[in-house]
């Protein structure tokens, strides 16, 4: 399996500062998007000790499979989802402690969002309302589901689009990485097929650019990666911006 990809982030037209941080590792096949909260700057502190961790992770159990893992994996899943949820609740055990060392850190926290490709599937590990789409054949599809209040109310209640458009707590997320010691973190494994695009993003994106559109300008890209992020961040940009904006996309051939 090989694959293409490209990252980019912005900080928005509303925003002083970029709290968002995204990982790109192709020698583990490991992308991550991170959407760091909190005051004082703290949010972007979450989010970069978040993509550390995990990266870090990833490098020490690389050529090393007798290493011991700081949380023991679930006899369900397989290893390469255990290896990623494993990382990502280490990332949570880690800004959970960081949050706890000074007052300027105190309720900081982060979203993440995370796929590492492995033996033709794709696995994607995720914490909070960023998200994962697939784009194939055409068409694409939301493969994450978000850990939010306004996904809560949608499942419960039948939301009308102008509901959900004038939601008044867009932004309140029901889980997400520091909050406490543990997390727990969503995770599924999908086959991969020859063509497939992988979108992780942040809400700056999925809460300015619709699926349809995202599909557009990807397809409208026609291969090139790195200027369809930049296209979808300037989209972005143009319906508000008022966001930070990090988008990664993964191709794979």
Known sequence: MEIRHAGRTDVGRKRTHNEDRFLVQPDDRLFVVCDGMGGHASG??????????????????????????????????SEAENRLVVGVKWANYMVFEKAGTALQFKGMGTTCVSAHFEDGDCVIAHVGDSRCYRIRDGRIEQLTEDHSLLNDYKRLAQLTPDEIKNFPHKNIITRALGMKPTV?????????TPGDIYLLCCDGLSGEVEAPDMLRIVSEADGDLDGACAALIDQANRNGGRDNITVVLVQVA
């Open 44 to 77: 972007e502190v979450a989010s970069q000790l978040a993509v550390d961790q995990i990266s870090g992770f990833f490098e020490s159990t690389r050529n090393n499979p007798d290493i011991t893992w700081p949380y023991k994996g679930d006899r369900r899943l």
């Open 184 to 192: 727990v973190v969503d995770v599924k494994r999908e086959p991969v």
